[in-house]
């Protein structure tokens, strides 16, 4: 079946640092990819996705792209805020599927000042 | 558009009573995921549906736990008899058939049973 694999957290940071989050999948045919996130208190929210092999998902200087070759979508940022602390998820729906997403374990970012 | 809605935000009960979560998807979606959050297990999906059809129920703990969708616009998550193990963040998801679109979730129902 379908699985995601997620680095293991906690990780910390300090304000600044480049933040590189592993995720990497196995699935049936040809799945979209997700980066979801949690802050304290609320709920998951959509960060970034991509359809298709060497897509890059971008959003609030947030990448991920999308590798087939190695089944990763490594969510990355060049200079992390100490409003980044939070829960990443990464996520996929498989192609055909009935639109079940299966998550990660989820990995705690904490962004020190 | 509002997103999904739930309620309540925060629910304390007693061991034995019965517990009900409640969910508004967002218009136009046909498909609502109710999951569970916890420390220990993560995000667990417990049911989903399709136009109002539970299409997957595997995910439900035990028969204490039951789920409706009696229309589009609304489902119901209950629980009969609560247990202190229940106590979690249930979240509420709501999805379309497009392609690739992901889920928009919820704020969450925090359910403590004491």
């Known amino acids: 079946g379908d699985s995601v694999t997620q680095m293991e957290g906690p990780v910390t940071l300090s304000e600044e640092a480049f933040l590189t989050i592993n995720c990497t999948y196995t699935?049936?045919?040809?799945?979209?990819l997700f980066w979801y996130v949690q802050y304290p208190g609320e709920g998951l929210q959509l960060l970034l996705k991509?359809?298709?092999?060497?897509d890059k998902g971008s959003n609030k200087g947030f990448e991920a792209t999308y590798r087939k070759e190695t089944t990763s979508f490594h969510l990355e940022k060049g200079s992390v805020q100490v409003s980044d602390s939070a829960v990443y998820f990464c996520a996929l729906v498989s192609s055909g599927s009935a639109r079940q997403l299966t998550f990660g374990s989820g990995t705690q970012l904490t962004v020190l000042p | 558009d509002a997103g999904v809605i739930q309620s309540p935000r925060h629910e304390v009960t007693e061991m034995g009573q019965e517990v009900t979560l409640r969910c508004k998807p967002i218009?136009?979606?046909?498909?609502l995921f109710w999951y569970r959050q916890t420390m220990m297990r993560g995000l667990e999906l417990l049911i989903y549906f399709n136009n109002n059809v539970p299409i997957d129920d595997s995910g439900m703990p035990e028969d204490r736990f039951s789920a409706k969708m009696p229309n589009a616009s609304f489902s119901t998550l209950k629980i009969q008899p609560s247990e202190p193990r229940d106590s979690a963040v249930y979240f509420c998801?709501?999805?379309?058939?497009?392609?690739?679109?992901?889920?928009?979730f919820g704020s969450g129902t925090r359910l403590t049973v004491v």
């Open positions: 998801a709501s999805s379309t058939q497009t392609a690739n679109y992901g889920y928009t």
């Open positions: 218009s136009g979606h046909d498909y």
């Open positions: 699935a049936t045919g040809y799945p979209s």
């Open positions: 991509a359809t298709k092999a060497d």
